[in-house]
């Protein structure tokens, strides 16, 4: 259920979990689907040379990348992204992620808390 007051997070108080299926990557989940009612946001950081492996999932993505650079494969195109990049995922698309640069990348990670299609 979804709380019905303001919610204000410190990315850095919130402990980082791995995440399954991926290599030098850890999440925050900042916003839940039980804090919201139509999405949940979550910070993704990913040491130089993590990888998220392919996989897909029936909603869509939004990605904001913070800081690093990262390799997204969107079915079967493959992007490079920085800072102040934005990237739309569609749902059932299979992706997966990179770290390229030589610094730890983080990015912003937004999903509906339904499934898109």
């Known amino acids: 259920m979804a709380l ?3 919610k204000v997070v410190k990315a850095d108080e919130i402990e980082p979990k791995p995440v399954e299926g991926a290599t030098g990557t850890r ?3 900042l916003i839940s689907s039980s804090d919201a ?3 949940a946001m979550r910070l993704f950081e990913m040491d130089p040379g993590g990888h998220i492996e392919l996989h897909s999932h029936p909603w ?3 990605i904001f990348v913070l800081r690093g650079r990262v390799r997204v494969r969107i079915g079967d195109q493959t992007i ?4 102040r990049t934005a990237i739309y995922i569609p749902p059932n698309v299979p992706h997966e992620y990179w770290c390229i640069s030589e610094e730890k990348a983080e990015f912003i990670c937004v999903i509906p808390n339904k499934p898109s299609a």
């Open 4 to 6: 019905d007051k303001p």
């Open 27 to 29: 999440i925050r989940v």
């Open 37 to 39: 009612p139509t999405f």
């Open 60 to 62: 869509e993505h939004e």
């Open 80 to 83: 490079e992204a920085g800072p």
